[in-house]
């Protein structure tokens, strides 16, 4: 019993530990377009990979502010023998982290909710997402507090397809009526769902064999 406790705690202490990695991340790389963590066990040790949309940021000149955070994070936190690492998000516009702290950055500025929810729910169906949840939740308007949500294409709430298709991603935007929570899901580009079959006729099948035979042919002769 005092094995199975000890191993529990081990978990949850480990859980905790990688976020509040990933809230000291987020907090110093705001600047740089924060995209995701990824956190992962190697036989040299942890790596830690910040995913953004302008990497030269969080690296700095020279490498100053990536030798900082790599510093910071061998000093404040308990991961064994930390790496840090950085990958540029390849399309911002389908990564949900970036686009709700874009969300929250434009209404901070000034943006009328309305307006930054469907620009950005826009952008995202422009890049190629199946669907999209926007939900901006706190004092939009006034003392009371209200939920808008902006929806477009396909969501999927929970199961195993929200597990496996959806990315989601929270900001927080500060007003001086209060804060407001922002939270994008984002299913993502290419998405096929457990419902869409594909049904072939015989004739469909027969050119895709034909095709896979002369594609074999080809390269038979070319070696």
């Known amino acids: 019993m005092v094995n199975n406790k000890s191993t529990l705690r081990k978990i949850i202490d480990r859980n905790v530990e990688r976020h509040l ?4 991340l987020m907090n110093n790389t705001k600047k740089s377009g924060f995209g995701g963590l990824e956190i992962r066990r190697t036989p040299a040790g942890t790596e830690v990979t910040v995913r953004a949309e302008r990497p030269g940021m969080v690296i700095g000149r020279k490498g100053k502010i990536i030798n900082e955070l790599q510093k910071r994070l061998n000093e404040e936190f308990s991961l064994d023998n930390p790496r840090l690492k950085v990958e540029e998000v390849e399309n911002p516009a389908l990564n949900a982290q970036v686009m709700a702290e874009k969300i929250a ?3 901070e500025r ?5 307006r ?8 995202i169906m422009e890049a190629g997402a199946r669907g999209v949840l926007i939900t901006l939740s706190g004092k939009l308007t006034g003392s009371r507090n209200r939920t808008q949500k902006f929806l477009h294409g396909h969501i999927k709430y929970c199961g195993e397809t929200a597990l496996t298709h959806m990315d989601k991603g929270q900001a927080v935007c500060i007003k001086k009526l209060g804060t407001i929570g922002v939270t994008v899901a984002i299913m993502r580009k290419g998405t096929k769902l457990p419902h869409e079959v594909t049904i072939y006729t015989e004739e469909d099948l ?3 064999a034909d095709a896979a035979a002369a594609e074999t042919s080809k390269e038979g002769e070319s070696q």
Do not use: D
């Open 110 to 114: 000034g943006w009328y909710y309305r």
């Open 206 to 208: 027969r050119m895709q």
């Open 21 to 24: 990695v990933k809230e000291f």
């Open 105 to 107: 950055s434009a209404m």
């Open 116 to 123: 930054a929810g469907h620009s950005a729910a826009l952008n």
